[in-house]
């Protein structure tokens, strides 16, 4: 009798654990299977103009104050090397490095030191050869804040040093000039196998004013242009 209890207690056990699995595989075939991303090929082109007139803060030597004065324009073609993969789920970006950047910087300008002292005065102009320098692998980033929108991130860009024109501050730590905001897309022509590409542009501009003892101003102005190319 004993041996039949058993056997019947694990039957009812086996029998339990069995439901469950049953319960388990069925909740798990119900369940609906994520959406196919829609697949793109992104390529990204933009352009950045800096334009420049800066005046260092006068330095007193004696009875000489000196002043360094730098007048230039540098331009920047910059964009992706290939075309890049993404995706989009529910309207929203996956998050993808979209890089490297790869781009041209063609600076050209002037110099000028001029010296103020008591009884004279000296002006030192300096002309500058153009000079172009070029920038590969500056690591892209993308992402969707939100439904319909597209952040750009960019870092690591580096370019070589250059003396003539002497560049502010501001354009040496970001010649791409201001990043643009957050493009905004439509969910319905991501969604539809009907349309083939899309295109975004955005424009950013920044002014700096230099003072009080600095002088002068920088402008600096980008365009930027992405292609999505659908992928069938």
């Known amino acids: 009798m004993r041996r039949v209890a058993w056997g019947l207690g694990s039957l009812a056990r086996n ?5 469950v699995i049953g319960v388990a595989s069925f909740a798990a075939a119900a369940a609906p299977a994520a959406p196919a991303p829609d697949v793109f090929k992104l390529t990204i082109r933009a352009t950045a103009t800096s334009d420049f007139d800066h005046t260092t803060a006068p330095a007193s ?28 789920v529910g309207g929203r970006l996956q998050a993808v490095r979209a890089g490297p950047l790869d781009g041209t910087a063609v600076l050209f300008g002037t110099n000028e030191v ?10 030192l ?4 050869s153009q000079t172009t320098r070029t920038f590969r692998n500056a690591a892209t980033s993308l992402h969707s804040p939100s439904r319909g929108t597209i952040a750009i991130g960019v870092g690591g860009l580096r370019l070589r040093p250059v003396e003539c024109p002497s560049q502010p501050d501001e354009l040496r730590q970001a010649p791409l000039g201001r990043l643009p905001q957050a493009l905004h897309v439509s969910t319905a022509a991501l969604a539809s196998t009907r349309t083939a590409r899309i295109t975004l542009t955005a424009s950013t501009r920044r002014v700096v004013t230099y003072g009080p003892l600095e002088s002068g101003h920088m402008q600096q102005r980008s365009t930027w242009t992405l292609t999505f190319v659908r992928v069938r």
């Open 114 to 123: 001029d010296e103020d002292c008591a009884a004279t005065q000296s002006h």
């Open 61 to 88: 030597s004696g009875e000489c104050a000196t002043t360094s004065r730098a007048e230039g324009s540098m331009t920047v073609h910059f964009g992706t090397r290939r075309p890049v993969l993404v995706g989009f």
């Open 15 to 19: 029998a339990g654990l069995l439901a």
């Open 125 to 128: 102009p300096e002309s500058c």
